[in-house]
């Protein structure tokens, strides 16, 4: 397995591994898979160019040759300049329980320490225990927010969050 950085030319990648994510999973995310299928390339263009070029968020991809397993966003957390957050973690199910997860997550961690950030946060799934013992092992503890998943408000997802 290799991680990488999503590259600026990858916008259809960018594109089609979101949808993958929210194919597989579409409880896990705050995005509805019709939805995000209908936004037009200049969304996809832009989205990649954020993730991509220096100094802004990040996307991080494993792969096994030409497949991709998995990915993650590394995001600059907008109201705090000393904080990140990790968003969109997906891993292909028959990949998952086998490092993808935890590799990806120490690449964000790894770039959380570069940018000197001192926090990492995310959302995860509360009707996830599989993503919540990941994040829990990557070090990161419940802060005892929690708020209803907004594409299905029958479902919450908890506050976690690392120190660096």
């Not at 290799?2 to 999973?25: F, M, Y």
């Not at 494993?62 to 600059?76: F, I």
């Not at 990492?120 to 209803?148: C, E, K, V």
Request: a positive charge; aromatic letters at 8%; one cysteine or more.
């Amino acid at each position: 397995m290799e991680l990488r950085k999503l590259a600026s030319q990858e916008v259809d990648l960018h594109r089609a591994l979101r949808l993958r994510a929210l194919r597989d999973a579409p409880d896990s995310f705050g995005e509805v898979f019709t939805e995000v299928a209908e936004r037009p390339t200049s969304y996809w263009e832009d989205l990649t160019r954020s993730v991509t070029e220096p100094g802004r968020d990040v996307m991080f991809l494993a792969c096994d040759g030409h497949d991709v397993l998995g990915s993650t966003y590394g995001l600059l957390d907008r109201t705090r300049t000393d904080a990140g957050r990790v968003g969109g973690m997906w891993v292909e199910p028959a990949w998952r329980r086998r490092g993808v997860g935890r590799a990806l997550l120490q690449q964000v961690v790894g770039w959380g320490r570069e940018r000197g950030l001192t926090r990492l946060g995310l959302w995860a799934p509360d009707h996830n225990p599989a993503a919540i013992a990941l994040y829990s092992r990557g070090g990161f503890r419940n802060t005892g927010a929690r708020r209803p998943l907004p594409t299905n408000p029958a479902l919450s997802i908890i506050a976690m969050e690392v120190e660096l």
